[in-house]
């Protein structure tokens, strides 16, 4: 079983203990221990268990690309499921439990799977679930729910603080191996800005571990000779603990940090999320080693080679006392080696390469280990962890001709280059046969903005493996990206670093090469998901023969570890089933993030009250004061009533329309759109934008207009008063505003540039009041100033003055049928003005009223709302606004689009008022059915609802609604469906419920 | 996200300062016009996998919409220039011809 060794541990420090719990119970480790090197360090090996059959799973990997170990850490709102364990670090306090294993981790019913797993192939799913179909609901749903899934969702809200940082740099360099440490000072020492990040909390990647020397010294001293030169530059930011998460256009790069994760009592933000701009990326991400495809190579206790040897050399914990190593390259043999100076016992190197002299093979030999080659693994014996493997010949089937005991197993299939980043934005890769690897292409880099490759690569990621060679090809590279970026490389020679010398490896994907299918179906590619080499098979039998296909059909590198260790391995067991060459075969795509990001670090500060800018009125804060309830209109908040003690919104709103019906209502309109079009042009413009002729309205004038996109759909409507000869103001709907000004400039600026028009948005300069009711006169000839008497200031007619004291403009136009000024003031007085309103208003009844009593007053009058009666798609004819539309004019906006076939059609549903028979309101939205089927076999229907309400000046439901042929169908009865409820009948009636004649306006 | 110079204020700036407008150079039809006509000008848009020219207004910054030459496979920006053109100006077609010689040109 594993252990803590005594002595060694190059990341620990003994003398700080770390308590932490697993599954509720009792847990110590050290300071510098991740929770994987603490867990495995306490003899857990058993870690979770797999997705799909349950299996036990322990540790195979030390970093990022770790598949198994999987837990939920923390507690209530700091819970987070699917945190990899190999790169949690220790702190006092951790909480952490296993996932995907009920009741508990050692007893799992779940492993019921596993039993039937040869009923589980690849595309199960997708066969499985087509018929019967009523066993999918009760059966296979139900099913599935309980089984799949990975760890759960945290059920409160992150108490955690995130951050964004923005940054821009000549040089970012990723990974903060000897090659980024090379790179980043042969940049830094050049003059350049350069960002170095590295995912881990150390610096120098795996040289320390796999004992390279620099220098004459150990690699530490150089890298930390490296740091500290770095860390002295002005001109260099170090980051730790930051991984380059993903590359995007143009050299935008994501950096997401975990500043807080190893100490949650520090006052900081838990994660930063660094938004980088780089005109020149580097690159050197390392390389993580594949598995070895044998039979039961998901044991717990089957481990890669190189996590083995960290675990030892890092964290001073061996996973085993006898070790049996399994290779088809040199590097594996530094496991051997460095077990063997822990103490530990390596009973066998099976080296699947007929023979193997190398340099790292006879000082394990001189070690005293037997090695043994042209062998493999056949089969792995243990349940819950390795107690033997099967010895076979590399070549053969399987036939196991010596058993080995062990309690652990180092695998290494060989090293991948991790090219993410540099296949994020386009990079292409080259297959190295001599290797088996794929690796960057440099004459198919990522290119920037200019057209010049923007991405390069330093040392392991590059595909120079060996440390000497990946230090000399960091050197090389980052020379000419220097020289790309017009900077002066320092004329230093490279550190020259000592490495043994590497011989080939021996590509080996299936193990043994002749293994039949009962082998096959215990061969494991992606651990997380649970595919096996048949699986891959199974699907290239099955026609699958594009990668991406057999992806998705098998499931292989879809998991949250996204293929790192699985995704080489697997499309070499395709291209074998194909009897194809790797190359051709190809790469599934490598997308962004690296590892899993946390979502609350891509939001940042953006939550909460800070989501979005919130738009205040003037008069937002006497809204606030006074009862409002809010509704959000676009950014804006408007008062949607106003409610009283004791009364309901419904309550509220019904009173405020008889108050605004029978005495007097105020009306916040400040959020109105206000867009001034002036110019000696503005007649030409305003005829383009409007469909009726606005050019004709006499200053001093109001015309309602209706404005519509090329298509003839109405898109906006509102009051266009002309302000003199050259300049009219627009009103649009408050949610209208900035669409209409940028809509206006389009044209201006890029259709109509001749023409001398321009066009301001004054939104935000005034506040706008509906004065409204019998009594809205009274109220404005008791402010006092503007004559506003009927025959001075008729119905569509504005004015300006002084009212009151205050300068104002007064449009005597009416959105609810009643007598009606809306009056603007500069917006820095909106507060005072509405309050002297209140004030002297309350001699006539004068109450405020919410977007809700707007919205009633106006469908009782059958006024159209944009949004309610408009979805985009209809044209002003539909809602009978044929008169809006000038005919005389050649041009406007839509005008081409309104004369297609479709537009005058007299098959349109059009605008028709409903009512009830029985008085109640329909819901909104809530369709007619009509006779018969359509073409999907689905009921046709005949109308639909757009505005709905009760009415208290009726006492009744009101409803308009968008019916086929409508306005031909006037007091037809027909019925509308709603859900739950017998159908309602409706008679369709005119759209004007109330004062149709508009006597009560034009008082 | 794109880096993009304003040709109007000259401030490059990232994409999310600017708002994309779609194919750059269209012919309105208007009241008159033939369907086929109308219909391309409002439905039927170029998806080249190359050189392409784009409306963007610089939103968050002068207002102004410009035009840019880019191409859609490799993101290379050729040039950006003001909008108040019917085709793309000389230089910019230079441009392009210097980066892509292959390219069939402007409609």
Known sequence: MSTRLATGGRLIDR???????????????????TLASALLAGGHTLLGRSFKYHRPRGLVASGAEEPNALVGLGAGARFEPNQRATTTELFDGLQAVSQNAWPSLDWDVGVVNNAFARF??????????????????????????????????????????????????????????????????????????????????????????????????????????????LDGME????????????????????????????????????????????????????????PL?????????????????????????????RTVVVTNNDDAYRTALALKSAGLEVPAILDARPRAEGELPEMARAHGIRVETGKGVAKVRGGRHVTAVGVCAQAGEGAVLEEIACDAVAMSGGWSPVVHLWSHCGGKLEWDAAQALFRPDPDRAPTGHDG???????????????????????????????????RKSPSRKPPKVESAEEAPLAPVWQMPQGAGPALRAKMWLDYQNDVKVSDVRLAAQEGYESVEHTKRYTTLGMATDQGKLSNINGLATLSQALHEEIPQVGTTTFRPPYTPISMAAIAGEARGPVFQPLRRTPMHEWHEANGADWEPVGQWRRPYCYRRAGESRRDAVHREVRNTRNALGLLDASTLGKIMVSGPDAERFIDMLYTGKMSTLKPGKCRYGLMCDENGFLMDDGVCARLDERSFLCHTTSGGAERIHGWMEDWLQCEWWDWQVHVVNLTEQFAQVAVVGPNARNLLERLGGIDVSKETLPFMAWTEGTLGGFRARVFRISFSGELSFEIAVP????????????????????????????????????????????????????????????????????KRGMERVNMTSPDRWKLVGLETLDGSVLPDGAHAPAEGLNANGQR??????????????????????????????????????????????AKIVEPVFYDPKGERQNV | MLLLTCPNCGVTAEESEFHQGGEAHLRRAGPGSPDDAFEGYLFTRRNPHGVHFERWRHVFGCGKWFHAARCTATLEVFGTYPAQTTEPPADIVAAIRAKRPDWEGFR
Not at chain 1, 303 to 311: E, G, K, N, Q
């Open chain 1, 452 to 486: 010049h490759p923007f991405v390069a690569t330093a040392g392991a990621a590059s595909g120079a493996l060996q440390a000497d060679r990946a230090m000399a090809d960091a050197d090389e590279n980052m020379k000419n990206v220097l020289q790309g970026i017009g």
């Open chain 1, 120 to 229: 589980l192939p690849a595309g199960f799913y997708y066969k499985m679930f087509m018929h019967p179909r009523p066993l999918w609901k009760h059966l296979f749903e139900p099913f599935i729910r309980r089984s799949a899934g990975l760890g759960r969702a945290p059920s409160e809200r992150d108490a955690d603080r995130y951050e964004h940082f923005y940054a821009f740099c000549d040089v970012l360099v990723v990974g903060g191996g000897i090659a980024g440490l090379q790179a980043a000072l042969a940049a830094g020492r050049a003059g350049a800005r350069v960002i170095l990040l590295e995912q881990t909390a150390h610096w120098g990647g795996r040289s320390p571990v796999d004992g390279v020397r620099i220098d004459g010294g150990p690699a530490e001293a150089w890298i930390n000779a490296a740091v500290q030169e």
């Open chain 1, 827 to 894: 917006a820095s007085e909106g507060r005072a003005f509405w309050e002297r309103l209140v004030e002297a208003g309350e001699g006539f009844g004068a109450m405020p009223y919410g977007t809700e009593a707007l919205h009633v007053m106006r469908a009782e009058k059958g006024f159209i709302m944009i949004g309610d009666e408009t979805d985009g798609t209809i044209i002003p004819q539909d809602l009978g606004l044929d008169w809006a539309i000038s005919k005389k004019k050649e041009d406007f906006l839509g």
């Open chain 1, 15 to 33: 003398s700080a203990r770390r308590r932490f719990t697993f599954d509720g119970r009792a847990h110590e480790g050290y300071a510098g221990d």
């Open chain 1, 293 to 321: 495809s044998f039979a039961g190579n998901d044991v717990p206790g089957v481990m890669l080679a190189s996590a083995v040897r960290d675990y030892v050399v890092n964290w001073a914990v061996s996973p085993g006392d």
């Open chain 1, 940 to 985: 046709n229907t005949q109308g639909r609802v757009t505005s709905t309400y009760y009415s208290p000046t009726l006492g009744r439901g009101i409803a308009m609604a968008l019916v086929h042929r409508g306005p031909e169908r006037m007091g037809e009865t027909i019925a509308f469906n709603v859900p739950g409820r017998t159908p309602v009948k």
């Open chain 1, 235 to 290: 001109n260099v930011t170090l980051r730790p603990r930051t991984m380059g998460a993903g590359v995007y256009d143009h050299g935008y790069v994501l950096g997401y940090e975990r500043v807080g994760d190893h100490d949650p009592a520090a006052e900081v933000p838990r994660h930063r999320l660094w938004r980088i701009r780089a005109a020149r990326l580097i690159t050197a991400t390392g390389a993580l080693e594949r």
